[in-house]
């Protein structure tokens, strides 16, 4: 079972639209992330957070928003969906310390049309 | 972070044994070594990590050379479902979150 959700699992938008892409997990992990990964390509880390109104920016620039009022909640936002969107976006949450294990979601598949 | 380098991919037949390996010449002594795999479709998972001596889990086995400057993810007797990309990656002291290469992608025959 998994103890890192997302959701939709598939979506697909027109252009233009606003669409939120849900994260929960259930370890009460304080560090959360999102990647962006294209078909057959490396994952790239968009954004992160170390706990409850903490975000940050990753390696790879991206239009979308994150936030993180709860813990176990980090949502992900496009407030104008575009084709150069279309991805598969990951999210992973982390224990505390460096040895412990990331934990991933199954990912958003999204096409914008 | 340091780098990793590893094959871009590898063939292996089923129910043999499959090494996997990596090279991290510029390691520092605080790094540790993870493995990550993605089957299709799928998020990554973690398959195991270790800093200085050899690990075993119910998933694979990790060699590191005695220098550290190496590793080798061991799957001792591979399967149809052991097809995927796998990642080898440092995670040191300062750092945060996973910096992910292109991978292994392992091909497994039947």
């Known amino acids: 079972e998994a103890d890192i959700y997302q959701t939709p699992r598939y979506l697909v938008i027109g252009t233009g639209k606003k669409i939120t892409l849900e994260c929960s997990q259930t370890?009460?992990?304080?560090?959360m992330y999102w990647y962006q990964q294209d078909p057959g390509m490396e994952l790239h880390l968009i954004h992160y957070?170390?706990?409850?109104?903490?975000?940050e920016k990753g390696d790879l620039s991206s239009e979308s928003t994150v936030s993180r009022i709860r813990t176990e909640h980090f949502p992900l936002t496009l407030e104008s969906a575009r084709p150069s969107h279309t991805s598969q976006y990951l999210c992973?949450?982390?224990?505390?310390?460096?040895?412990?294990?990331?934990?991933f979601g199954s990912g958003t598949r999204l096409t914008v049309v | 972070d340091a780098k990793t380098t590893q094959p871009n991919s590898m063939e292996s037949n089923e129910e043999e044994p499959v090494h996997l390996p990596c090279n991290h010449s510029t390691i520092s002594g605080t790094d540790y070594i993870h493995w990550y795999r993605q089957l299709p479709s799928q998020g990554p998972e973690y398959v195991i990590h270790?800093?200085?001596s050899n690990v075993n889990n119910r998933m694979a086995s990790l060699a590191i050379a005695e220098d550290r400057k190496s590793s080798t993810l061991i799957l001792h007797r591979a399967t149809l479902r052991d097809a995927a990309v796998y990642y080898c990656?440092?995670?040191?002291?300062?750092?945060?979150?996973?910096?992910f290469g292109k991978g292994t992608h392992l091909i497994i025959q039947p």
């Open positions: 270790g800093l200085t």
């Open positions: 992973a949450s982390g224990g505390q310390g460096v040895p412990y294990g990331y934990t």
């Open positions: 957070s170390y706990g409850v109104n903490s975000t």
């Open positions: 990656i440092l995670i040191g002291g300062g750092a945060d979150g996973l910096t």
């Open positions: 370890m009460g992990h304080d560090k």
